[in-house]
């Protein structure tokens, strides 16, 4: 059974800003993980007429329900939902458990023409610069965006085989989602690069698109036009369309004089000069004698009536719209990417890369969708001649009645379908008809198998397709698809209607959506299956003891003392560490901590025997970690001190130096310490910013300075504040020397011995996504702890940060590139994240995420599904924390409950993450 069903609500003209009827398809759940969403509510939804249905919104117009799903950050369904939700328990009259409910809502029927279906591109009219073009074959913005949010985590990417308009690639990049695309069709390519690369620019810089822009409209008069047209050279068009009236010769001066206005007064300017053209083009077939309905033809007598042609208003009109709708788009956008005109050939270096594909195909249907743009596509150049129509044909999906070629033989035949294409045979007055049926599912069979190889395992393809109707012969369009889709390897999950229709003779047809995933590859010896069995065990009896609670690793100073090398709010204990490495690393294997902090997982493992690896993105985190992994004897660390010593002696600080002491959260940095301690600091912060680590040496002396930074004992160089977090100073200020003290840290530090087995780690300072530029060798066991939800690094570490060369523009902008702000906004962030461990990790190996969670948000959940399709979940081990110590720190934050997720390389069925082992204590 689906686990949602479809309902489209109708919105009148009056209730559209732009006084055009539309109407929105959105996804009701049929049960809810959300409690809030009972069944009774959903019921009550169901049994909503359309009027009901905005009324019980308060009438909105369908724009602004647009506008606020966008700046939540949401789906449209979700903000329907949630609109109702407060109107249904205001509501206290309606007796919902007497309302019956099917999976399938009533659907509108749609008797506005053969091609125009429910779930289309007249929905995308009024939504911003999805209705920059009127693409009559394009399909649904609000379906596509709805699609990307479905599950409530978006894919990191997202492919269209069939590009069209733009409308997928789009939505995705207002999502932060990266899309790529196919097209043939050369000039919807433009207008899909020109909605998505051209309005980003233009956001971006908005001075210079109003500066231009309104030089153009300044242009766009009657008066200047005629003037402009009357230098226009027409022969190129009429060669073009030798003996067609497509135009009065008036109309069509004013349209090409607008198009070379663009180019000569954006010249300068790519971006701002595809807008204008889009805009000219956009109106080129509304200047002209011409109609695009299924078909471009030419307007009938009763179609003149009203009709007045208008270029420069037409066109000014576009442009202010399009100035409007850009300045509403986000700041970022993702980028998109064509990669193939044709989608059944999609290049090899995208084999196993996207995570979603969402498309409409070509309907069977007789259109002939390069035709339908034969205007545009001489107007801004991309033919010569109408000729050159079929070369396009040639190489698209035969959808349409000009795409079939009697010549071609090497189509594959499929017995569903020589079923229907028989019928036709026998009865069909044109015998191309059976032929364009067999060809199209022979082609969209090579379509299928291409998407197929560019999903990742466990990508999610939606296809939105209609069925069809020759000569009274019903083609199944949808049935036969998914079980060819099925032949090709795809899973079929579900199979909705979208919206029901009419054929010519008013016979009943439907829009549909099919959802497949790609499966995962399953081969599992019996060897491995016991393999499995026996980590389970070991996790079950792990879980049921939790040995790092017994004594002595119970204890809050537990370890090595180099783990205290440096204080850092928010590290993993080491007795964890520890017992993780004794218990899933095997002797003498190799453990990587991808989000290393201050080493805490790789220093363990060196103590342990075992090959260990620490990356962190902060400056601070990573010199510490690099410190302890690698530690210098005391002799090196005395020599290293000395050379540092040494450079001091030669800086020279200047305004700039002092003007960064002004800096601070709590208190200015200058505020911490005595004038002469600040001068000494400020020359050794000149010095790490300009030298860096140079050598394991200096690594050590460095960290053992950023400890002695701050702290509430004699060590600390500052006035009295607190040694994790550097709280407002108080108390003298007492001159204390950098050096003298930084060596008493050292001392203490290296005074207990390494143990024999003692294996020195590697540290690495960068992103995590770049792991894989300095490093080779697979791992093991990969044990890392993500920053938990609520947590910010940046803000107490922030004056030991400082000294690793932050200043204030990093602490509001470089922070928003770690995953600690990330995740704030979505979990995405971690889609890369589990793509890299899978990289890394042996076949057999072991990834352990250290998680919490507690007050606010579902960062374990989120994390569970976010790991497929590279992982499977084996355990969730939890243990209460809310009695745990707190170090003196009165707020700890929104982490009631620690969890250690087990996963493996995915080796089974992804419904399987949801039925593993969960251990409560």
Same mark, same amino acid.
């Given at each position: 059974?689906?686990?949602?069903?479809?309902?489209?609500?109708?919105?009148?003209?009056?209730?559209?800003?732009?006084?055009?009827?539309?109407?929105?398809?959105?996804?009701?759940?049929?049960?809810?993980?959300?409690?809030?969403?009972?069944?009774?509510?959903?019921?009550?939804?169901?049994?909503?007429?359309?009027?009901?249905?905005?009324?019980?919104?308060?009438?909105?117009?369908?724009?602004?329900?647009?506008?606020?799903?966008?700046?939540?950050?949401?789906?449209?369904?979700?903000?329907?939902?949630?609109?109702?939700?407060?109107?249904?328990?205001?509501?206290?009259?309606?007796?919902?458990?007497?309302?019956?409910?099917?999976?399938?809502?009533?659907?509108?029927?749609?008797?506005?023409?053969?091609?125009?279906?429910?779930?289309?591109?007249?929905?995308?009219?009024?939504?911003?610069?999805?209705?920059?073009?009127?693409?009559?074959?394009?399909?649904?913005?609000?379906?596509?965006?709805?699609?990307?949010?479905?599950?409530?985590?978006?894919?990191?990417?997202?492919?269209?085989?069939?590009?069209?308009?733009?409308?997928?690639?789009?939505?995705?990049?207002?999502?932060?989602?990266?899309?790529?695309?196919?097209?043939?069709?050369?000039?919807?390519?433009?207008?899909?690069?020109?909605?998505?690369?051209?309005?980003?620019?233009?956001?971006?810089?908005?001075?210079?698109?109003?500066?231009?822009?309104?030089?153009?409209?300044?242009?766009?008069?009657?008066?200047?036009?005629?003037?402009?047209?009357?230098?226009?050279?027409?022969?190129?068009?009429?060669?073009?369309?030798?003996?067609?009236?497509?135009?009065?010769?008036?109309?069509?001066?004013?349209?090409?004089?607008?198009?070379?206005?663009?180019?000569?007064?954006?010249?300068?300017?790519?971006?701002?000069?595809?807008?204008?053209?889009?805009?000219?083009?956009?109106?080129?077939?509304?200047?002209?004698?011409?109609?695009?309905?299924?078909?471009?033809?030419?307007?009938?007598?009763?179609?003149?009536?009203?009709?007045?042609?208008?270029?420069?208003?037409?066109?000014?009109?576009?442009?202010?719209?399009?100035?409007?709708?850009?300045?509403?788009?986000?700041?970022?956008?993702?980028?998109?990417?064509?990669?193939?005109?044709?989608?059944?050939?999609?290049?090899?270096?995208?084999?196993?890369?996207?995570?979603?594909?969402?498309?409409?195909?070509?309907?069977?249907?007789?259109?002939?969708?390069?035709?339908?743009?034969?205007?545009?596509?001489?107007?801004?150049?991309?033919?010569?001649?109408?000729?050159?129509?079929?070369?396009?044909?040639?190489?698209?999906?035969?959808?349409?009645?000009?795409?079939?070629?009697?010549?071609?033989?090497?189509?594959?035949?499929?017995?569903?379908?020589?079923?229907?294409?028989?019928?036709?045979?026998?009865?069909?007055?044109?015998?191309?008809?059976?032929?364009?049926?067999?060809?199209?599912?022979?082609?969209?069979?090579?379509?299928?198998?291409?998407?197929?190889?560019?999903?990742?395992?466990?990508?999610?393809?939606?296809?939105?397709?209609?069925?069809?109707?020759?000569?009274?012969?019903?083609?199944?369009?949808?049935?036969?698809?998914?079980?060819?889709?099925?032949?090709?390897?795809?899973?079929?999950?579900?199979?909705?209607?979208?919206?029901?229709?009419?054929?010519?003779?008013?016979?009943?047809?439907?829009?549909?959506?099919?959802?497949?995933?790609?499966?995962?590859?399953?081969?599992?010896?019996?060897?491995?299956?016991?393999?499995?069995?026996?980590?389970?065990?070991?996790?079950?009896?792990?879980?049921?003891?939790?040995?790092?609670?017994?004594?002595?690793?119970?204890?809050?100073?537990?370890?090595?003392?180099?783990?205290?090398?440096?204080?850092?709010?928010?590290?993993?204990?080491?007795?964890?560490?520890?017992?993780?490495?004794?218990?899933?690393?095997?002797?003498?294997?190799?453990?990587?901590?991808?989000?290393?902090?201050?080493?805490?997982?790789?220093?363990?493992?060196?103590?342990?025997?075992?090959?260990?690896?620490?990356?962190?993105?902060?400056?601070?985190?990573?010199?510490?970690?690099?410190?302890?992994?690698?530690?210098?004897?005391?002799?090196?660390?005395?020599?290293?001190?000395?050379?540092?010593?040494?450079?001091?002696?030669?800086?020279?600080?200047?305004?700039?130096?002092?003007?960064?002491?002004?800096?601070?959260?709590?208190?200015?940095?200058?505020?911490?310490?005595?004038?002469?301690?600040?001068?000494?600091?400020?020359?050794?912060?000149?010095?790490?910013?300009?030298?860096?680590?140079?050598?394991?040496?200096?690594?050590?002396?460095?960290?053992?300075?950023?400890?002695?930074?701050?702290?509430?004992?004699?060590?600390?160089?500052?006035?009295?504040?607190?040694?994790?977090?550097?709280?407002?100073?108080?108390?003298?200020?007492?001159?204390?020397?950098?050096?003298?003290?930084?060596?008493?840290?050292?001392?203490?530090?290296?005074?207990?011995?390494?143990?024999?087995?003692?294996?020195?780690?590697?540290?690495?300072?960068?992103?995590?996504?770049?792991?894989?530029?300095?490093?080779?060798?697979?791992?093991?066991?990969?044990?890392?702890?993500?920053?938990?939800?609520?947590?910010?690094?940046?803000?107490?570490?922030?004056?030991?940060?400082?000294?690793?060369?932050? /200043?204030? =523009? +990093?602490?509001?902008? #470089?922070?928003?590139?770690? *995953?600690?702000?990330?995740?704030?906004?979505?979990? %995405? $962030?971690?889609?890369?994240?589990?793509?890299?461990?899978?990289?890394?990790?042996?076949?057999?190996?072991?990834?352990?995420?250290?998680?919490?969670?507690?007050?606010?948000?579902?960062?374990?959940?989120?994390?569970?599904?976010?790991?497929?399709?590279?992982?499977?979940?084996?355990?969730?081990?939890?243990?209460?924390?809310?009695?745990?110590?707190?170090? /003196?720190? =009165? +707020?700890?934050?929104? #982490?009631?409950?620690?969890? *250690?997720?087990?996963?493996?390389?995915?080796?089974? %069925? $992804?419904?399987?993450?949801?039925?593993?082992?969960?251990?409560?204590?």
């Amino acid at each position: 059974m689906p686990n949602q069903v479809f309902k489209t609500i109708y919105f009148p003209r009056e209730r559209t800003r732009n006084g055009r009827s539309a109407r929105v398809t959105i996804t009701i759940p049929t049960e809810s993980s959300e409690p809030k969403f009972t069944k009774q509510f959903l019921a009550y939804i169901q049994s909503l007429s359309s009027r009901d249905f905005r009324l019980a919104l308060q009438d909105p117009f369908l724009e602004d329900l647009e506008r606020q799903a966008t700046t939540g950050d949401i789906s449209f369904s979700d903000t329907c939902l949630n609109g109702l939700l407060q109107h249904y328990h205001n509501c206290t009259m309606i007796d919902v458990n007497s309302l019956e409910t099917d999976i399938q809502l009533e659907l509108p029927l749609n008797y506005e023409g053969y091609c125009d279906v429910g779930v289309t591109f007249r929905e995308s009219h009024h939504q911003g610069l999805h209705g920059w073009y009127p693409y009559v074959e394009g399909f649904s913005a609000t379906y596509v965006r709805d699609t990307l949010l479905r599950n409530g985590l978006p894919p990191r990417t997202v492919y269209d085989p069939f590009g069209g308009a733009g409308t997928t690639q789009l939505a995705a990049s207002c999502l932060g989602i990266s899309s790529f695309y196919s097209e043939i069709n050369p000039f919807m390519c433009f207008v899909a690069e020109t909605k998505v690369k051209a309005a980003a620019w233009a956001r971006n810089n908005l001075e210079t698109l109003h500066q231009v822009t309104a030089k153009y409209l300044q242009y766009m008069t009657p008066k200047w036009l005629n003037e402009l047209g009357a230098k226009v050279d027409l022969d190129a068009f009429e060669a073009a369309f030798p003996g067609r009236d497509f135009f009065e010769e008036q109309h069509l001066r004013h349209l090409l004089a607008a198009r070379n206005l663009a180019y000569t007064l954006a010249e300068e300017v790519i971006q701002i000069q595809s807008l204008l053209l889009l805009a000219c083009a956009a109106n080129a077939v509304n200047s002209s004698n011409m109609t695009r309905r299924a078909d471009l033809r030419r307007r009938r007598p009763d179609e003149y009536k009203t009709r007045r042609v208008d270029v420069s208003a037409f066109i000014s009109q576009t442009v202010r719209r399009m100035v409007e709708d850009i300045e509403y788009l986000p700041v970022q956008m993702a980028d998109s990417i064509k990669i193939s005109a044709d989608c059944r050939k999609i290049p090899s270096e995208f084999a196993n890369s996207f995570d979603m594909a969402i498309t409409s195909p070509p309907y069977l249907n007789g259109t002939n969708y390069f035709r339908n743009t034969k205007i545009e596509l001489c107007l801004l150049g991309f033919i010569t001649s109408e000729k050159e129509l079929s070369s396009f044909c040639k190489q698209a999906v035969a959808a349409g009645i000009n795409n079939v070629s009697r010549l071609r033989s090497n189509y594959k035949i499929f017995d569903s379908v020589e079923n229907v294409a028989s019928q036709l045979d026998e009865c069909a007055k044109d015998k191309r008809i059976p032929l364009l049926v067999r060809q199209y599912f022979s082609d969209m069979q090579e379509v299928l198998s291409a998407v197929y190889r560019g999903l990742v395992p466990g990508g999610r393809f939606f296809l939105d397709i209609g069925d069809s109707k020759f000569y009274g012969v019903h083609v199944p369009t949808d049935r036969l698809l998914a079980q060819i889709a099925q032949s090709v390897g795809f899973v079929l999950e579900h199979q909705h209607v979208l919206a029901r229709r009419y054929s010519r003779d008013k016979s009943d047809l439907v829009q549909v959506e099919l959802v497949f995933h790609k499966p995962v590859q399953v081969s599992v010896s019996m060897a491995v299956t016991n393999e499995v069995k026996n980590l389970e065990s070991k996790i079950l009896n792990f879980g049921q003891h939790l040995p790092y609670k017994d004594a002595p690793y119970s204890s809050r100073n537990w370890g090595h003392n180099l783990h205290s090398l440096c204080s850092y709010q928010g590290k993993l204990k080491p007795a964890i560490a520890h017992w993780l490495i004794r218990e899933f690393v095997p002797e003498g294997g190799r453990v990587l901590d991808p989000l290393g902090g201050v080493g805490t997982v790789a220093f363990e493992a060196a103590l342990m025997g075992r090959v260990s690896v620490s990356n962190d993105k902060s400056p601070l985190a990573s010199t510490i970690a690099t410190a302890k992994v690698n530690p210098p004897s005391l002799i090196e660390a005395k020599t290293a001190l000395q050379e540092i010593e040494y450079h001091l002696a030669s800086v020279r600080l200047n305004s700039q130096d002092y003007a960064a002491a002004k800096f601070g959260l709590n208190a200015t940095v200058a505020d911490y310490y005595h004038p002469k301690t600040l001068e000494e600091i400020l020359k050794a912060r000149r010095i790490f910013i300009r030298d860096g680590l140079k050598n394991q040496p200096e690594a050590f002396i460095w960290a053992s300075l950023l400890h002695v930074l701050h702290g509430n004992r004699p060590y600390a160089l500052s006035r009295i504040s607190h040694p994790i977090t550097p709280l407002h100073p108080k108390g003298e200020s007492v001159y204390k020397s950098l050096v003298d003290k930084v060596w008493e840290r050292i001392e203490r530090a290296l005074q207990p011995p390494l143990p024999e087995i003692f294996r020195p780690g590697v540290g690495y300072y960068g992103d995590f996504r770049d792991l894989p530029n300095k490093c080779q060798e697979a791992f093991d066991t990969i044990i890392t702890s993500p920053p938990f939800l609520g947590m910010r690094f940046d803000r107490p570490n922030w004056l030991r940060l400082w000294f690793c060369g932050w /200043g204030e =523009s +990093d602490f509001h902008k #470089t922070s928003l590139s770690f *995953l600690d702000r990330q995740q704030t906004k979505s979990m %995405n $962030c971690y889609l890369d994240f589990f793509k890299i461990c899978h990289e890394f990790l042996k076949p057999t190996g072991l990834l352990i995420l250290h998680l919490g969670s507690g007050k606010r948000g579902e960062m374990v959940s989120q994390l569970k599904k976010i790991a497929l399709p590279y992982f499977e979940l084996v355990a969730d081990v939890c243990e209460n924390v809310q009695a745990l110590e707190q170090h /003196g720190i =009165s +707020d700890k934050g929104l #982490t009631t409950t620690h969890h *250690l997720l087990f996963f493996r390389p995915f080796l089974g %069925n $992804c419904n399987s993450l949801y039925n593993k082992t969960r251990i409560l204590f």
